[in-house]
């Protein structure tokens, strides 16, 4: 498999503080997707970062990218309620995406 | 705003039984995938298909399963005769161009009985 680990498996925060979460990849690749997923249903892209790109933001995200280390670190600031998902982070190669098991996150009120 | 659409939700078949899921991925986009998730376990690649090829298809995706476009709309996941192990969500994605943004569908959750 292409895909390492993310973690951690679970994530549980207070509304208002900062989410991280982590994820190890196996092979070279082309960029890295991370994706968000609400109650089994479907994947929504979240942002992608290319293999030469160190960090990206995107609104209340921002995600880093370690090739040396071959790791991804995504995190969410000032987290709402309605961040509660599974996150999975997925390196894209070979014409595919290979994800990671995600990490459930659960933000309260 | 376009998204891809899948058909139907749910399907339940019996083991044996052939099933045809059905996609419409987005209109301008010129790569498509099969992905399934197996209830609690990480979403895992099936295959991808440009130009009325397979681009690159991974172990599970073997002599039982085949994809098709048989219009210029509509991308075809086949299962010649399901398993109880084939049971699953089942997602159609398209992308523009291979390794961009990706956009998924619903999901079809399939069950084998």
């Known amino acids: ?109 | 705003e376009p998204e891809v659409t899948q058909t139907p939700s749910h399907q339940v078949t019996q083991m044996g039984q052939e099933v045809i899921l059905r996609c419409v991925p987005i209109s301008n986009h010129l790569y498509f995938y099969w992905y399934r998730q197996i209830l609690g376990q990480k979403v895992e690649f099936l295959v991808s298909f440009y130009n009325n090829e397979i681009s690159e298809k991974s172990e599970i995706f073997d002599d039982q399963f085949s994809v098709e476009r048989p219009d210029g709309s509509n991308f075809t996941l086949k299962i010649r005769s399901t398993k109880l192990e084939d049971s699953a969500m089942y997602f159609c994605a398209s992308s523009l161009p291979t390794g961009s943004e990706a956009f998924f569908g619903q999901g079809t959750r399939l069950t084998v009985v």
Not at chain 1, 38 to 44: P, Q, T
């Open chain 1, 1 to 109: 498999s292409q895909q390492g680990e993310e973690d951690p498996q679970a994530l549980s925060i207070q509304e208002g503080e900062n989410a991280t979460m982590n994820c190890s990849y196996k092979t070279s690749i082309n960029n890295l997707q991370w994706y968000r997923q609400n109650s089994g249903r479907g994947l929504v892209h979240l942002i992608l970062i290319r293999s030469n790109e160190r960090e990206k933001h995107s609104g209340r995200l921002r995600v880093t990218l370690d090739t040396s280390k071959k790791s991804s670190s995504l995190l969410i600031t000032a987290s709402r309620a309605a961040d509660t998902a599974s996150y999975f982070c997925a390196s894209y190669n070979d014409y595919k995406l290979s994800f990671g098991a995600g990490t459930t996150v659960t933000v309260r009120a």
